[in-house]
Each structure stands twice: as C-alpha cells, then as structure tokens.
C-alpha cells in the first residue's frame, strides 16, 4: 500500500497505523457515527483494514452534531454486509423491495420518476453475477421538471403538456368546437324559445315568481310575475331580482299559467336558458307525468354549458362561466335592466346566436 492517497475532494492524506492514529485522538467514521458526530471535510489520514480497504481518520476538532436523521439509520453493527464508500460512509446491503420501503431507489428507476440522482447512493444489494446494484435516497434527490406527456421533449406549461402541444391541443378543440356549432342550422326562429324565470332561492322548494319566454324572432311571448302559493318571503333573492312580495300579489299562480306555457313549449322544436337545469327543476311541474317531463327535457338546451365548451377552447384562462361572463367575451349588451327575468331572456338569445352564427340559416 502507497503512504498516501488523494481523496475524492484532491487533498492528499497519509497512511498511518491504527495506533499512530489513536495516538492524535483521530476518530473513525463508525466512532464519529456513534457520537452522533459528522466530519467536517475531508479524512486527515487512513490505513489499511485487513482486507486491505481504506479507514479513515478525521480530526475530532473539525466535527459537527449529526442530524437526527443521520444517526437513527443502522450503525454499523445492524448494516447487513456493509460498504465503506469512497467519502467513508458506510452503506448496507439489502434486497429491492427494502429499498423501495425505505424510499431508496437505482439510478435508472429515479431518472424514470423524473428525479436527478444524489451523489452518493444510500444502500446497496448484489446481482446474481455480484456485481453492485446502488440504491439512492429519493428524499435527498432533486426532482426535475416534469416533461410534456405527449412529446416528451419539453417541459410542461398546461394541462402536463408543452406550450406547442397545448397550443396544437387547443387549435384541435378549437376546430371541432367551432365544427359542432357551425353544424347546427335549418331552425326556425319562431320555434325555438328561449326562455328565464326568477325565483324565491334555489331550492327544490323554492318557487317561480317570474317567467319570460321569447323567441328567436325576438318576440315576447310571455312576461309576468308569478304569485307563489307557499313561499310568503324571498329576502335573499329579492336583493337580485328586485321582485317583492307586494309585486307579485295579484300575479297568476303558476297552475294558471301552465296551460299557456305548455302551448308555447308544445308549439316548440327547442327550449333554450342559460343553465337551464334549475330552471327545468322548477318548470316541469307544469306537466302531469313523468313522460310529458321528459319530453320537455329532451327538447332543452342549455347556454352555460355551450359557452363552458366554447370557453375551453377559446379562452382557457378563463374560469368564470355567469350569463354576464359570457356577455362580455362574446360582446353582447344588456337589453332592459340586468338580471330580471326578461333582460336574461333576450342575452341567453344573444349569446346562443352568438355561439351558433348559423343557426337559423337556411
Ligand atoms: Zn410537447
């Protein structure tokens, strides 16, 4: 064995016996991890075990407290077969699937994860020819930036692709979106309706106290407020739509009403409101059956979510999806006064010809 050695770091070191070593109260890296110590730099010497590998010597005036995580792992009494790294850290061996509980994995399985590997591995096992498998600490390891999951070249931006392919991404839905809406044409204005009704609040047992039914034309077919026949208060609501309790005492019930609204509907090839679902919740007991409500269904179509498709597509920053929202990016303007029944009608008619240019071509 040479008297010296150069060390990972290129200080050089000098071979001296166990003894000498003791003699200037050096300290192994096993004594070191006992007192729960570290090094601070390099090895100040080394000698020969037995089997001819190195052991280092640090000075003991140039240590530092260990963090707890250091030495809670195995000393080296509990390493199975261990390994004295190059830097004097001891590594043991164990099977993959230990590792793998403990968060250690090979070099290839992190750069898979898409994390760059530590430089120093953290345990070890052995292939059937014994030649060495290194296990490194995913905790210690960087993680790179995720890449695009379609080409895989570049670093994502949105919705884990890169801008090229995001951007080719939306180009395609794009093309389809316009494609679905630029299909529909041939309506009659006359025979699709549009239509809005305010109500006491939002619930199942709230009721209607206003309806507006329009049609593509651009005639009012019905405009009126609606007396409720159980709710006598609607303080929340009121505050939106500005209908009172005196307003709508002398209005027609619903039930009065229904025979003109099913004339208007039955008369219809569409029924269209901006998130029609709370309105047809509410506006289907104007039928009797379960087939007369489903027939009613069947011929409803709702603005919102045509507008949410068409602001996937087009305005994907974009995440706010109200009657005024699609007003303004798609440049309609109030008609009457905001949010009572009839100004919402004529802006869903608006928006849905905005959203469909050739609906009512021939
Ligand atoms: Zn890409």
Known sequence: MKE??????????????????????????????????????DPVAYSAAADGSPIYYFDPCRVREAPPENWYIPDEADLVQPMRLENGTLIGRMSTRRA???????????????????????????????????????SAAVRQPLMCVRCGREVRYRRKLCRACFEADLAQRRAEGDAHRNAEYHMQRERVLFFDLELTGVYEHDEIISVSIMNGAGEMLMNTLVHPTHKKRWKQTEKIHGITPEMVA????????????????????????????????????????????????????????????????????????SLSDAMQVLQVEWDGVAHTSVADTIACAKVWERLFPHYYED
């Open 4 to 41: 010296s050695m150069r060390t990972s770091s290129g200080a050089v070191i000098p071979r001296m016996t166990a003894e000498q070593a003791e003699a200037r109260s050096y300290l192994t890296m096993s004594l070191l991890d006992k007192m729960h110590l570290m090094p601070v730099g």
């Open 100 to 138: 793998a509980e403990l968060g250690y994995y090979t070099r290839e399985r992190l750069a898979q994860m898409h994390y760059d590997v530590p430089p120093e591995p953290a345990a070890y096992t052995l292939r059937g020819d014994r030649s060495v498998i290194y296990f490194y600490d995913k």
């Open 250 to 321: 002398d209005a027609p019930t619903l039930s009065e009403l229904a025979p003109r609204i099913r004339g208007l509907f039955d008369a219809a090839d569409v029924l269209i409101a901006y998130g029609i679902s709370t309105d047809y919740a509410h506006i289907k007991y104007i039928y009797a059956t379960p087939a007369e409500r489903n027939a009613l269904r069947a011929k409803t179509r709702c603005a919102a979510a045509e507008f949410v498709r068409y602001l996937q597509e087009h305005h994907p920053d974009l995440t706010h999806a």
